[in-house]
Structure formats: C-alpha cells, structure tokens
Nanobody, 127 residues
Framework: QGHLVESGGGSAVPGGSLKLSCTFS????????LAWFRQEPGKEREGVAS???????HYSESVRGRFTISRVNAKNTLYLQMNSLKSEDTAMYYC?????????????????????WGQGTQVTVSS
C-alpha cells in the first residue's frame, strides 16, 4: 500500500497557474496507476486527470486543454500543472493511486478504482 502526500495548493487569480505535486512512499511506484481528483464541500469527488503506468493520460472535459498530468517515476512524484484557472476550479484536490488492475479512460476517473489517497490540498481561484 502506498502513502501519498499532496503539496502545492494555494490561491490564484482567474487565468493564473498552479502546480500540484504528490509524493509517493512505498514500493513499486512505477506499477501504480495514478490520478487527481477534486471535491467541493457538499459535492461528490470528481476525477480530473489520470495517468497509466505506461504514461497514457486521460482528462475530464472540464479541464482538458488547461491541466496537464505527469509523473516522474525516478522521483516517486505525480504532478498536476493547472493553467488558465477558473473560479470553478476551486476545490480540495486529492491524488490517488492503484497498484495495477485493468485501466480504461472512464474507469481511471472513478474514485472507487483507487485504493490509496492523499490528505488533499486546497486550491482557491478568485479575484
């Protein structure tokens, strides 16, 4: 089981950028499928972006073209570069991981697919 810790959240103005990081502690990081989720108070957790062990990526419609997910296996770190931020991007952001398993684009953005979760980092976008 992996231990995930997010960092890099904070405040930004609309149109601005932030970069989130998620460090992984445990074995076999390269064999983990990884993803970013976000959640607003009172709402369901939403899949934002996912990345397969092979490097294949998938994005939700709401962030495609603005956010970029990446991973550096040598550093056991997952990233989310967020550009052209909007007020509706305000949420708690979580990284998640799953050791192996069958991966599909839709499944990769489903919270139930993942067993390991970080504690979250807050992102607030306002003018």
């Amino acid at each position: 089981q992996g231990h995930l810790v997010e960092s890099g959240g904070g405040s930004a103005v609309p149109g601005g950028s932030l970069k989130l990081s998620c460090t992984f502690s445990g074995d076999s990081y390269s064999a983990y499928h990884l993803a970013w989720f976000r959640q607003e108070p009172g709402k369901e957790r939403e899949g934002v972006a996912s990345i397969h062990t092979s490097g294949n990526v998938h994005y939700s419609e709401s962030v495609r073209g603005r956010f970029t997910i990446s991973r550096v296996n040598a550093k056991n770190t997952l990233y989310l570069q967020m550009n052209s931020l909007k007020s509706e991007d305000t949420a708690m952001y979580y990284c998640a991981g799953r050791f192996g398993g069958v991966w599909s684009a839709s499944l990769s953005l489903a919270p139930h697919f993942y067993a390991d979760w970080g504690q979250g980092t807050q992102v607030t976008v306002s003018s």
